[in-house]
């Protein structure tokens, strides 16, 4: 099955920010071999399952988080979305920022090769095999932390704090 992407129309059958080409001529623009890597027989597929999961990933983690509102009620995604303030302008309400689609790009190099979501046990604090030992900080994050794509999405994410009027240029 294709993948359908988000035009910025708000489709209710969309399934991913950003195309198998547009993500493969982000990756290639920066020297990213890893996805060129993923050109297997069934390279489309594969890659194709893998922005899925960036996308689900996105919606898990982010959707109470953006700023504004989604544009309308039946879109399948969280974008776009009216309401939105970056660097003081409006963001369409009928768009992705690029912002957004590269992120899903990353997210999507990252899922090929493993679970961005996955079950979380008890950490260890102490481990000794032999003469071998392992302590691990219990104030780290148990979940993995994806900070470049936390720092690509702040923009359009909800400060955390203080009372704040955003600024819209006309």
Do not use: H
Request: charged content about 25%; glycine content about 6%.
């Amino acid at each position: 099955m294709s993948l359908i992407c988000e035009d910025g129309s708000g489709k209710s059958d969309s399934e991913s920010y950003i195309s198998v080409a547009d993500a493969s001529t982000y990756f290639s623009n920066r020297g990213v071999t890893a996805w060129a890597a993923l050109d297997t027989g069934e390279a489309t597929a594969v890659r194709e399952a893998a922005l899925r999961k960036a996308t689900d990933y996105m919606t898990a983690v982010y959707r109470d988080r953006w700023e504004g509102v989604r544009y309308t009620e039946d879109q399948a995604l969280d974008w776009p979305r009216s309401g939105v303030v970056r660097d003081s302008w409006a963001v369409g309400y009928d768009e992705v920022p690029t912002e957004v689609a590269r992120a899903c790009a990353e997210l999507a190099l990252k899922a090929a090769s493993a679970d961005l979501q996955p079950d979380l046990t008890q950490g260890v604090v102490r481990e000794k095999v032999g003469p071998i030992e392992t302590e691990y900080d219990r104030y780290s994050p148990q979940a993995t932390r994806y900070s470049f794509i936390d720092n690509m999405l702040a923009p359009f994410l909800k400060s955390r704090g203080g009372c704040s009027v955003p600024l819209v240029r006309a």
